[in-house]
T-cell receptor, first 115, second 112 residues
């Protein structure tokens, strides 16, 4: 079974609007972390935001916020006030358990911001 | 603070040839990862090092792929011999703690 599911292969959003990118995950661990990365066409993976499984508050980093719904096992990324530079691939990833375990990535969502 | 460095950025080889990639992690980061990202997919872990020891290489095709991290700093990933399906971006990442991995720019490999 897929550990990370991103059901939206592609999304379009108007500049200055907000957009939500979906991510659901599957784990039986109580301790885990959820990550979002941005990958522009240049190829580098840029860390955006992190949510730990025990964090009670939703994580926020500037225009990025993570809508964490533990019971539904979802960790959606919300980007507010979209900018043209936000056009990129977005990957949701999970780390299970404690320690420096590797990330498991979803297949990604391509976001296109339209002027 | 300097980021994760990788070289080369691009490599084109013919099948059955050998190729090597190099990664220099962020100074002080004990954990180093190599990921393979095939076009249209998310990155998949190949191997994880903690200092100079291997933590996880369960998804490394050991008949053709090898990796080492001498002295617990920089690392090399080798493919010998390459197959067409090895065409991908090879990403190196390093981590100081649990909540973040820093990625390098990647090496884009094309096998003809």
């Amino acid at each position: 079974a897929q550990k990370i599911t991103q059901t939206q292969p592609g999304m379009f959003v108007q500049e200055k609007e907000a957009v939500t990118l979906d991510c659901t995950y599957d784990t039986s661990d109580q301790s885990y972390g959820l990550f979002w990365y941005k990958q522009p066409s240049s190829g580098e993976m840029i860390f955006l935001i992190y949510q730990g499984s025990y964090d009670e508050q939703n994580a926020t980093e500037g225009r990025y916020s993570l809508n964490f719904q533990k019971a539904r096992k979802s960790a959606n990324l919300v980007i507010s006030a979209s900018q043209l530079g936000d056009s990129a691939m977005y990957f949701c990833a999970m780390r299970e358990g404690g320690g420096n375990t590797p990330l498991v990535f979803g297949k990604g969502t391509r976001l296109s911001v339209i002027a | 603070e300097a980021g994760v460095a990788q070289s080369p950025r691009y490599k084109i080889i013919e099948k059955r040839q050998s190729v090597a990639f190099w990664c220099n992690p962020i100074s002080g980061h004990a954990t180093l990862y190599w990921y393979q990202q095939i076009l249209g997919q998310g990155p998949k872990l190949l191997i994880q090092f903690q200092n100079n020891g291997v933590v996880d290489d369960s998804q490394l095709p050991k008949d053709r792929f090898s990796a080492e991290r001498l002295k617990g700093v920089d690392s090399t990933l080798k493919i010998q011999p390459a197959k067409l399906e090895d065409s991908a971006v090879y990403l190196c990442a390093s981590s100081p703690r649990l909540d973040e991995q820093f990625f390098g720019p990647g090496t884009r490999l094309t096998v003809l």
